[in-house]
């Protein structure tokens, strides 16, 4: 751990091996970007994509690249880094590697919003991400009202997480016997998490909810979340607020999770692996909160990318491959911890 300290007093503690592994990840996910940009029908070159990105290409590049190209790669940026934050954030508060939106039931919720809004309620694309939106941020009040007695234990949290989770997955199921042919394989597509179409202003809500949440998380909490991790009355004997501190940080990674679900709907296991997958790299105990956003920008990236142009013609939604990566991960993450005698 090293520390850096101004001219006016102030001081800034971080570590070499984090802050290496957080730069490679961002470097590594703007690259991937680059090059979905430049792929395609109309390929490009990624000289000529960081040219037209410059203000520097013709008017066909431009149009090619500001309009149809960039608010997809973008969108798999901004997505990715907020559903890794919110990961890690329940993570580090259930203090459980199992922790995640996924398995707590949020994406669940964001479903069953999003579904209503199809369904029931027959709006359009505005429709479906306020849906899914409001979906999240009541399964979250539900799953913490719930989960709370005379305080907030990780393992009960895990525990609603999962029922609420499970009932939700059966109201989902008769949403969808309730929809038409046209509203079901839209339904559909969305649970499943895509990037396909989107524009900018599918990605412009998401990009203002990470410029709010990212600092109040990372700069207003972060500090208190170490504390946190260990344990409440140490954190509590060394100044931390506990609960206000816990539920500061669970609304806004429920609310990350649910504005990266109206973006892209809920794809799944970016949130379960990003932040294990920094934490194995920086070999750090802590939350690893920046890590883990540039880690899940890297993966969703490369998974769009791997979604567009792997398959050939048939271009796949980005939550089939995330889908299939993650859970080889999580059966992976279950034996190891097994072993570990944890589960």
Request: proline share 4%; glycine share 14%; aromatic share 4%.
């Amino acid at each position: 751990m090293s520390v850096i300290r101004t001219a006016g007093g102030c001081s800034v503690v971080f570590q070499p091996r984090a802050l290496v592994t957080g730069t490679v990840c961002a470097l590594l996910a703007c690259a991937v970007a680059v090059v979905a940009i430049g792929s395609g029908e109309y390929p490009m070159s990624p000289v000529d994509v960081l040219r037209t990105l410059a203000g520097q290409g013709d008017p066909a590049d431009a149009f090619i690249v500001n309009e149809l190209r960039l608010p997809r790669a973008v969108s798999a940026l901004a997505v990715g880094a907020a559903l890794a934050l919110g990961g890690a954030v329940f993570q580090a508060v259930v203090r459980n590697p199992l922790g995640s939106p996924d398995v707590l039931g949020f994406t669940h919720g964001a479903a069953t919003g999003a579904l209503t809004a199809i369904v029931i309620v027959g709006g359009g694309s505005a429709a479906l991400a306020g849906g899914a939106l409001l979906g999240g941020v009541l399964t979250g009040l539900l799953v913490y009202g719930l989960a709370w007695r005379r305080g907030m234990h990780g393992y009960r949290l895990v525990l609603v997480g999962v029922g609420v989770a499970a009932i939700l997955t059966g109201v989902n199921g008769y949403l969808l016997t309730r929809a038409q042919i046209t509203e079901a394989g839209r339904a559909v597509l969305w649970m499943t998490g895509s990037l396909n179409g989107r524009g900018w202003e599918d990605v412009l809500p998401l990009l203002s909810g990470i410029s709010v949440l990212v600092p109040l998380v990372i700069l207003g909490c972060s500090r208190g979340l170490r504390m946190m991790e260990m344990g409440d009355d140490t954190a509590y004997a060394l100044g931390v607020r506990v609960e206000r501190v816990r539920l500061v940080l669970l609304a806004a990674a429920v609310l990350l999770v649910g504005l990266a679900a109206a973006a892209a709907g809920p794809v799944a296991f970016v949130a379960l692996t990003a932040p294990q997958l920094a934490r194995r790299l920086t070999k750090s105990p802590g939350p690893n909160l920046l890590p883990s956003m540039c880690m899940g920008a890297a993966l969703l990236a490369s998974a769009d990318l791997v979604a567009q142009r792997v398959f050939g013609e048939s271009e796949l939604p980005v939550g089939v491959v995330t889908g299939l990566l993650g859970g080889g991960y999580l059966v992976w993450l279950l034996a190891t911890e097994r072993r570990a005698g944890r589960i």
